[in-house]
């Protein structure tokens, strides 16, 4: 079945540093991935999405890039600050309108961020 | 915009105790969703609801029943906790069901069993 892998359970980075999340799949076809993020006491909510091979996500300075070659969408920020401090969970979704399919979501990686 | 909201925010149930989890949402969406979250698992789909009048169910329905009052809301019922569980349930919606649809989650209720 469809799944998503992310390798990093927790990052902790100081202000201004570089990030990268980690984020492969397993699908047939070509599935739509998203990027959700989490603060603390709320529910998660879309960052971005992508659903075609080489299309770019981006929001907020954080982007993943779909590559279907090596079957990643790697969520990176060139510059993070505290407040980037949530929960980021891959995700992906197979199938066409009209037929649907269910989100699938990986384990999720918690982002600290100190000053 | 709209929101979701759950209710309650925190339970605390007896081992073996029907506990039941509401929903509500005021963005008109067709599909509704309930998913559980436990630390270092990620979100798993427990029930999910097309339309107003479908229920399906997802990869961990064992243990649930789920129930779609109205358009507007969707309540979960955990049949028989199981003793020291904890975790968070999230109720999301979407506009309607698709692969490229946007999920639109509540805060949660936060689930402790004695």
């Known amino acids: 079945g469809d799944s998503v892998t992310q390798t990093e359970g927790q990052v902790a980075l100081s202000e201004e540093d570089f990030l990268t999340i980690h984020c492969n799949y397993s699908?047939?076809?070509?599935?739509?991935l998203f990027w959700y993020v989490q603060y603390p006491g709320e529910g998660p909510q879309l960052l971005f999405r992508?659903?075609?091979?080489?299309e770019k996500g981006s929001s907020r300075g954080f982007e993943a890039t779909y590559d279907k070659g090596t079957t990643s969408f790697h969520l990176r920020k060139a510059s993070v600050q505290e407040s980037d401090s949530a929960v980021y969970y891959c995700?992906?979704?197979?199938?066409?309108?009209?037929?649907?399919?269910?989100?699938?979501f990986g384990k999720g990686a918690k982002l600290t961020v100190s000053p | 915009g709209g929101i979701i909201t759950q209710t309650p925010k925190f339970l605390i149930g007896q081992e073996g105790q029907k506990l039941t989890l509401k929903c509500q949402q005021n963005?008109?969406?067709?599909?509704m969703y309930w998913y559980r979250q436990d630390s270092g698992k990620g979100l798993r789909l427990i029930y999910y609801?097309?339309?107003?009048?479908?229920?399906q169910k997802g990869d961990l329905s064992e243990g649930y029943d789920a129930s779609r009052e109205k358009k507007s809301s969707f309540s979960l019922t955990v049949t028989s906790a199981q003793k020291n569980e904890m975790a968070v349930f999230l109720c999301?919606?979407?506009?309607?069901?698709?692969?490229?649809?946007?999920?639109?989650f509540g805060a949660g209720t936060r689930l402790s069993v004695l």
């Open positions: 999301a919606s979407s506009m309607r069901w698709g692969p490229k649809n946007t999920l639109y």
């Open positions: 699908a047939s076809g070509y599935p739509t």
């Open positions: 992508a659903s075609r091979d080489k």
């Open positions: 995700a992906l979704s197979e199938g066409q309108q009209g037929t649907g399919s269910k989100l699938s």
């Open positions: 963005f008109n969406h067709d599909t």
């Open positions: 609801s097309i339309t107003e009048n479908d229920l």
